[in-house]
């Protein structure tokens, strides 16, 4: 009698472990399906049906399903009104490597000069503003041949939000970077006027960041290596925040996603970012490997109608960002 209940409460049991776990998939499948549907800026989406050519991707270019490697392009806008059209002031392509089992993080300078489809050449970052992610994709696959289909968006609002609902992100601070942090910080405070001000950062050293403080970090360029060094802070607050979400208890993503919803904007389908997020799931490694393009050496600064810019040697650039992409980087350090 003893095992046979046992045996029920264990049936139970899985049952209804079963079940939660069912309910919880549908539930974030729902949610995610729901971000399709959400678009913060006037800037045009990128359309499902869009081609290869369309979007810029040659014949040439590695296949992701041949590679196992799939890129997304990850903008953050630096708009200074919630909701303003603004230009890509963050350009990086977010690295799903299942073949090498490693995730990748690649800055694209956002003062880069290069070819803008349809347009004058300019810096990269003019490309979002002037057609919206379509165009930013196709300027991004142009210039160095890759096969980018997927990008997601989020402006500075947006990233405060998600990083106070992961209960802020761990950044060792250098004494030199607390001036201008606080700077940038008191004009966020200025801007959301009608929110609780944040405090200011008093010390150096690692400490919790809320989100405020931490978009403040990233937008430091005028102490250590200019906007190459921002870069380097930009990718360390998305390492910081990926290593946040692994510590968080299952149980709790559903609400995590469902508050992060609002403020994403993509065209991934709901079965691509599950299947994505399953690979990363099981890759043994869960550390996140980082890259810059431009390379050092392998450009010139110079000021181009009156604009002061980054002209990279392309062919050079392309050739180091594809063995980076698509290569074993388990050595790689980073080039800044």
Do not use: C, W
Not at 66 to 94: C, P, Y
Not at 194 to 211: F, K, R, Y
Not at 212 to 235: C, L, M, N, P, S
Request: cysteine-free; aromatic content about 6%; charged content about 25%.
């Amino acid at each position: 009698m003893k095992k046979r209940k046992m045996k029920k409460i264990v049936v139970t049991l899985l049952s209804l472990t079963l079940l939660f776990l069912i309910g919880s998939a549908t539930y974030i499948y729902i949610l995610l399906d729901q971000i399709q549907k959400n678009s913060f800026t006037e800037s045009p989406g990128v359309d499902k049906n869009l081609s290869r050519e369309e979007l810029g991707i040659s014949d040439t270019a590695p296949d992701s399903k041949e590679t196992g490697v799939v890129n997304v392009l990850l903008f953050g806008l630096d708009s200074r009104v919630e909701n303003q059209k603004s230009r890509s002031d963050v350009i990086m392509i977010a690295t799903i490597d299942k073949k090498n089992q490693a995730i990748k993080l690649t800055s694209l300078m956002r003062d880069m000069y290069v070819s803008i489809p349809g347009r004058e050449d300019n810096r990269i970052n003019t490309a979002y503003i002037f057609g919206g992610p379509t165009l930013a994709i196709k300027t991004v696959n142009t210039n160095f041949n890759l096969d980018i289909q997927y990008y997601a968006t989020v402006d500075f609002f947006g990233l405060e939000k998600i990083i106070d609902q992961v209960g802020g992100v761990t950044i060792d601070v250098k004494k030199e970077e607390i001036k201008y942090l606080n700077s940038a910080l008191n004009e966020l405070n200025r801007l959301n006027k009608d929110t609780e001000p944040s405090p200011l950062i008093t010390e150096a050293g690692p400490q919790t960041l809320n989100g405020r403080q931490a978009v403040a970090y990233a937008r430091i360029r005028k102490v250590g290596h200019a906007d190459f060094e921002r870069t380097e802070r930009q990718r360390t607050i998305l390492t910081q925040l990926f290593k946040k979400v692994k510590t968080i208890n299952p149980l709790k993503l559903p609400g995590l996603v469902a508050t992060v919803l609002p403020y994403v904007e993509t065209n991934m389908p709901t079965t691509e970012i599950l299947k994505l997020g399953a690979s990363v799931l099981g890759f043994k490694s869960k550390d996140i490997i980082q890259y810059r393009i431009p390379v050092n050496g392998t450009f010139k600064s110079q000021r181009i109608r009156g604009m002061a810019v980054l002209v990279p040697d392309l062919e050079k650039n392309r050739e180091l960002l594809h063995n980076f992409l698509y290569g074993d980087n388990s050595g790689v350090v980073n080039n800044e």
